[in-house]
């Protein structure tokens, strides 16, 4: 019989990680007013933003906050657009855009 070596930070289980939920967190004032920031943005476009369309004093601290972009749309309980999604939206802009 053969031994198998594991690497010790593998996962045995292929469930999902959770997410991290509003309720359940416990955010600094300066990441909590980012994220009002960033809800208001989505409120506005009526979407979640393309990240060209965060101010990139936002974008960086939403970074440096949530360690990536995609994780601070996740803490608002929203989906970061495709690939597919962001392509249709730069054509439906104008050529200055």
Same mark, same amino acid.
């Given at each position: 019989?053969?031994?198998?070596? @594991?690497? !010790? *930070?593998?996962?045995? $289980?292929?469930?999902?990680? !959770?997410? #991290? #939920?509003?309720? %359940?967190?416990?955010?600094?004032?300066? %990441? &909590?007013? %980012?994220?009002?920031?960033?809800?208001?943005?989505? /409120? @506005?476009? +009526? @979407?979640?933003?393309? #990240?060209?369309?965060? !101010?990139?004093?936002?974008?960086? /601290?939403?970074?440096?906050? *949530? /360690?990536?972009? &995609?994780?601070? *749309?996740?803490?608002? +309980? &929203?989906?970061?657009? $495709?690939? %597919?999604?962001?392509?249709?939206?730069?054509? $439906? *802009?104008? $050529? +200055?855009?």
């Amino acid at each position: 019989m053969r031994k198998r070596n @594991r690497n !010790p *930070f593998h996962r045995s $289980s292929k469930k999902p990680v !959770p997410v #991290r #939920r509003p309720e %359940q967190a416990m955010y600094t004032p300066a %990441q &909590r007013a %980012q994220l009002e920031a960033l809800d208001a943005l989505c /409120g @506005r476009l +009526g @979407r979640t933003p393309m #990240r060209e369309e965060l !101010p990139p004093c936002l974008r960086m /601290g939403l970074a440096a906050s *949530f /360690g990536t972009l &995609r994780n601070a *749309f996740f803490q608002l +309980g &929203r989906a970061p657009l $495709s690939a %597919q999604e962001v392509r249709t939206l730069r054509h $439906s *802009f104008p $050529s +200055g855009h």
